[in-house]
């Protein structure tokens, strides 16, 4: 963040416009109402695409541009203005945010488009494009922003939009408690970043980005230390890694395009940039940087354990999600030598979960929205294009070259090798242990859905998706299949970056050959192809979930007990905490206040005698008064 | 000894006159016109007079002097305070002129001579008859309010609290409904009016006694001298003040006041509440400030006394009372504590403070009993604070103005009153008085409790199965209860204009 960016002018003045699109689509599909139900979705879709649009013309704007002034930055007002603290409502376009504009406005206009015809049914389809409008519109402020401040905003946009499009279907309970459910662990990690944000003004008055990296360094080495963890319980919350991911998994209850969106390639990654765009406060703190890469693995086992047993195919996707941010968690908490594969996996991750999320979403649709494995089987029949884009998802996933996963988990294992001594072996194995158990639940989820026999409800009639669906999963493919040789080709996206994330660092010798880093990995994913392939090929799978199975099975089962903690550390506790407070509540502040208004009134109740509506009795009172007074007066005087 | 024709300057009385001179008009109305014609003559005659004085008001802005061979004091305070009395007086007007609510007609007796529940009674009220003379009686009230607060001797005080008191006796004792309350209310008013008047002359002659003058500047004079008898001047003290304590209901002088309050008609006791209470404390303001100012140290722990006794046991009475306009009148008697509050600290933020207050507490008075003409059952205002239960279902739109009326009598923010009471309370502590801001605080919490309380009983329970409604929202009454609420909101958001207004306005001419 040391770049110095070039004042707005020409196209960069369309900055705001990438953000005012979607928001403008928002405003207008809420306030019209039903009125809009007709064309909503396309106004919505057209937004989310204009702004793609923009956002393509700014990439090539920047591509101009030589690599140091390639960051723009448009001042929009001046937000606060308190004493000597001054917040001015900045955007800033540079090399990493471009990324995620176009990541989000693209995958996102796909996803639009897929949409219209998924929520073709729902009688309140409009509502949920302007959901999905606003999601746009403060996923861009988020990347977008100058300053914590103004990224914290589209933070808690984000956050909203993803609260409302979870419960989407809140006549639903569980739906609308799952959404709860999300908004709360998220407020957790929410109060990571305001504390953040907080730090930063008490420490160097001031919360713009380039404010604080003008402050980085060791002189600081403290403050950047607490701010880092504050960080980095933030990202925790929003990208779902340990000790705040339960969240995630329930949070599927939102309509699919929903999951491949917001919970699979876009917001859930916003830790993942918080933290690479916050490059220079981990830096400067070694240790608040160790723990995010501690946070990091214990997510990728943590995610890939989970998926290993769940039916549910979201759910499955979800846990990968989890593990899958873990990788690039744990790439970012290697400093300047794996932000740029941390980005790298995050983009990559984006075309392929997304393709696979709404590959899911395909199935469901022609299977009556069933979302159990156990109850699919032999799909690649019936369902041929969702089968190939979904299996090009899968090689992807588990790092089959030439697809896209490949280069980017390879590059993130090759750091974590690279980081160097004990640590550098521990990272990389368990880097690699994870790949492995990927290939297996990946192969997994794959065997259950497309191969075997079929296991379908009678009344189900699996049929492909129509066009609209279809489409977009097919362009996403495209980018599954290419997206990793085109950002590792010559270190392209490493390049791309570096201005931003890693200026000046020089990489050292590497502790493994890179090839032997990639032949082991391939050798950890053949392992877990073939234990799936044992497990689940050569023994038929059963359409109900087998009771009697080991205990890591169900440890597994039971998302490894994250829910059964949180309720017995934080939430049994804290029902305590509320009783309490509320039987304090009710005897003694009620009661107080009870017994003052009962003093009162019985007060009230005796002076009333005075009344007595006899006029006699109110001319003795006047003479009393008086008497009194001129007693008053003259008691002085006497 | 020669005869001198006065000087009086006729401009800057010309206000009062002009409310005087349209009040004989309509007592000529009354005499030269057919019955059934006065009521088209005398509403738009009433209004024209006060529009045209409170024109000439804003004409003669800015005047500081004495006049009427000293008798008539016009100066900041005098102009403040006549041009709220006649603003106030006719929006009390427009709710005497109703007639669109009462089925019978309006809001007062068919035939006043007739005995209640007489044969007399009957054939009046079956006739449909309806009288006028309540618009002369009330221009005679606003006369005499308006030289209230301008009088500069003791006589034309008294004068001016007799022209404004005795049509008031008799306006109390017109109620068309529950004529025995109506008429008790006004003898008892009159009665003690009477007792009342006679300790202010009883005073009044006490200190002519002290000073040998019954003028203001000489009284004040006396006192810088050290001219006459203590005892006579602390006597005249009390004994004035009691008559002007009763006047603006201050404990132990109030008792008159829920009684009346609740018998006389509503539209009345709106226009009386808000324009006595204005023009007696600004009286109370002028006879302190200028006549009594150098024996401030005898009579302020005398009225400091007063104020507590009068916020807290107003407050007191107030919570258990089941009445509405008996509610209003105990919430009336507080108010007068804590107006006190501003005058007990004599200083000039006591005296804009007690201006600004006065003015904002005649508008949501006003406003108040408007709302309270308007929810009624078959037998006339349901008054009973049971039936304001629901209301807020039934009429959310007269729910919600009177809840904004009762926050602005309680002072809660982003209400004139909350300005008000900020006014009177920092000016009392200003001045050293810290115990009567301590208790005027604790009591303003009393208090909200019985305002709250009648605005959760209005949104927060079921209305009674045949209890009162709102049937009709009148034009009239409307345009009434639209200038207070606009004045109670606007003078709670952006009370700036009027209290430089006030400010540049809050001193005495002597």
């Not at chain 1, 960069?12 to 699109?21: F, Y």
């Not at chain 1, 914590?148 to 279907?169: K, P, T």
């Not at chain 1, 199935?363 to 294009?385: Q, S, T, W």
Request: aromatic share 12%.
């Amino acid at each position: 963040m040391e770049a110095t960016h070039a004042l707005a002018s020409g196209t960069s003045s369309l900055l705001v416009w990438l953000i005012a699109l979607p928001a403008l689509g928002a405003t207008i599909l809420l306030l019209a109402g039903r009125r809009s139900d007709k064309w909503g979705h396309l106004l919505a879709t057209g937004l989310s695409g204009a702004s793609f649009v923009v956002g393509v013309v700014e990439l090539f704007k920047m591509l101009s541009r030589d690599g140091e002034s390639r960051g723009v930055a448009q001042h929009l007002f001046t937000w606060i203005n308190a004493g000597s603290f001054r917040v001015e409502a900045g955007l800033l376009l540079d090399q990493l945010s471009i990324c995620f504009v176009l990541l989000i406005t693209g995958v996102g206009t796909l996803i639009h488009v897929y949409s219209i015809a998924y929520m073709e049914h729902d009688h309140d389809r409009r509502r949920f494009f302007s959901y999905l409008n606003l999601f746009i519109a403060a996923m861009l402020l988020l990347v977008l922003g100058d300053s914590f401040l103004n990224l914290y905003v589209g933070w808690e946009g984000v956050g909203l939009a993803s609260y409302l499009l979870i419960g989407f279907w809140n006549q639903k309970p569980a739906y609308a408690t799952a959404a709860k459910k999300a908004f709360v662990v998220n407020r957790i990690g929410d109060m990571g970043l305001s504390f953040a944000i907080m730090i930063a003004f008490t420490a160097f008055g001031t919360v713009s980005f380039q404010g604080v990296a003008d402050h980085a360094g060791p002189d600081h080495k403290q403050v950047m230390t607490w701010m880092g963890l504050a960080l980095l319980l933030a990202a925790a919350g929003k990208s779902a890694q340990f000790p705040l991911q339960s969240w995630l998994g329930d949070a599927m209850a939102g309509p699919t395009p929903v999951s491949a969106l917001i919970h699979a390639a876009t917001m859930v990654t916003a830790g993942v940039y918080l933290i690479t765009r916050s490059n220079f406060v981990f830096d400067s703190a070694p240790t608040a940087q160790l723990m995010v890469v501690i946070v990091g693995v214990v997510t990728l086992l943590f995610g890939a354990l989970i998926g290993t047993a769940k039916d549910d195919i979201k759910k499955a996707l979800a846990a990968s999600t989890m593990s899958q941010i873990g990788y690039m968690v744990l790439a970012a908490g290697l400093g300047p030598a794996g932000y740029a594969f941390a980005i790298m996996h995050l983009l990559t991750h984006g075309f392929f979960k997304a393709s696979m999320f709404l590959g899911a979403g395909s199935v469901m649709h022609g299977m009556n929205d069933e979302v159990d494995m156990r109850k699919f089987g032999r799909l690649r029949v019936a369902m041929p294009i969702t089968y190939l884009t979904f299996g090009l998802g899968y090689l992807a996933i588990i790092g089959v070259p030439p697809f896209s996963g490949f280069f980017s988990k390879d590059k993130i294992i090759e750091a974590a090798f690279n980081a160097g001594g004990a640590r550098g072996w521990i990272i990389g194995l368990a880097a690699l242990l994870g790949a492995a158990i990927t290939a297996f639940y990946m192969t997994r989820v794959m065997v259950m859905t497309f191969f075997g026999q079929k296991r379908w409800a009678d009344d189900a009639h699996p049929h492909e998706s129509p066009k609209l669906m279809t489409a977009p999963i097919i362009i996403l493919s495209v980018g599954s299949i290419a997206a990793g040789a085109l950002f590792a080709f010559g270190s392209s996206l490493q390049q791309w970056l570096e201005p931003v994330v890693a200026r000046g660092f020089v990489e050292g010798e590497p502790a493994l050959p890179p090839i032997i880093v990639s032949i082991m990995a391939l050798v950890a994913v053949a392992l877990g192809v073939a234990l799936a392939y044992v497990k689940y090929v050569r023994v038929p799978v059963e359409a109900v979930a087998p009771a009697n199975v080991s205990i890591w099975t169900r440890f597994a089962r039971r998302d490894l007990l994250q829910d059964a903690f949180n309720e017995a550390v934080f939430m049994r506790p804290g029902q305590y905490l509320t009783r309490a407070l509320s039987f304090f509540d009710r005897k003694v502040v009620d009661g107080a206040v009870n017994g003052t208004g009962a003093l009162f009134g019985g007060l009230s109740v005796r002076v009333r005698r005075v009344q007595t509506g006899y006029v006699r009795t109110y001319a003795l009172l006047i003479l009393f008064g008086a008497a009194l007074v001129l007693a008053a007066m003259l008691a002085a005087r006497i | 000894m020669n005869f001198v024709a006065p000087v009086i300057n006729y401009s800057q009385v010309l206000p009062i006159l002009i409310v005087l001179g349209t009040a004989l008009l309509g007592v000529i109305v009354e005499a030269f016109f057919a019955r059934d014609r006065r009521y088209q003559i005398q509403v738009p005659l009433s209004i024209a007079g006060l529009v045209l004085a409170f024109v000439w008001i804003l004409k003669i802005r800015g005047t500081t002097s004495i006049t009427a061979e000293s008798a008539v004091a016009i100066d900041g305070p005098a102009l403040v305070l006549q041009g709220a009395i006649v603003i106030l007086g006719i929006a009390g007007l427009l709710l005497i002129a109703e007639r669109k609510l009462d089925s019978s007609g309006d809001a007062f007796v068919a035939q006043a001579a007739a005995i209640p529940g007489s044969e007399a009674e009957r054939t009046a009220t079956l006739a449909k008859l309806t009288q006028t003379e309540v618009f002369p009686l009330t221009l005679f009230a606003i006369a005499g309010m308006m030289l209230f607060p301008a009088a500069n001797d003791l006589v034309t005080m008294f004068v001016a609290l007799e022209v404004l008191s005795l049509p008031l006796y008799l306006m109390s004792g017109l109620a068309r409904r529950r004529r025995l309350l109506s008429q008790e209310a006004a003898l008892k008013y009159f009665l003690l009016g009477a007792f009342s008047s006679a300790f202010f002359l009883y005073g009044a002659a006490f200190l002519y006694g002290y000073s040998g003058s019954v003028g203001f500047r000489q009284i004040r004079e006396a006192i810088q001298t050290n001219a006459g008898n203590d005892v006579f001047l602390l006597t005249g003290i009390a004994l004035v003040s009691v008559g002007l304590l009763f006047k603006v209901s201050a404990v132990p002088f109030h008792s008159w006041t829920p009684d009346v309050y609740q018998g006389a008609p509503t539209p009345v006791t709106a226009f009386m509440a808000a324009c006595t209470k204005i023009a007696a404390f600004g009286a109370f303001a002028r006879l302190f400030y200028v006549g009594l100012s150098g024996a401030r140290w005898d009579w302020r722990p005398m009225l400091t006394v007063i104020a507590i006794a009068t916020m807290v046991l107003g407050a007191l009475w107030a919570l258990t009372q089941t009445d509405i306009k008996r509610m209003l009148a105990y919430s009336s008697v507080a108010h007068s504590g804590f107006i006190l509050t501003g005058i007990v600290a004599t200083n000039k933020a006591g005296l804009s403070g007690t201006l600004f207050y006065l003015v904002t507490y005649g508008f949501t008075t006003i406003g108040a009993f408007a709302i309270v003409t308007l929810v009624r059952n078959a037998s006339g205002e349901a008054t009973h604070i049971s039936g304001y239960a629901g209301l807020g279902k039934r009429s959310p739109w007269i729910a919600m103005l009177l809840s904004l009326f009762l926050l602005g009598l309680a002072g809660i923010p982003l209400t004139s009153g909350f300005v008000a009471k900020f006014a009177v309370f920092s000016a009392a502590y200003e001045s050293g008085s810290t115990a009567l801001v301590i208790f005027g605080v604790l009591t303003s919490a009393i208090a909200a409790f019985f305002y709250i309380r009648l605005i959760v009983l209005m949104f927060f329970q079921d209305p009674e199965e045949d209890g009162p409604t709102v049937a009709a929202v009148p034009l009239m009454t409307t345009a009434a209860i639209a200038l207070c609420a606009t004045v109670t909101l606007v003078l709670g958001i952006l009370p700036n204009a009027l209290v430089h207004v006030i400010d540049a306005a809050s001193r005495f001419v002597f």
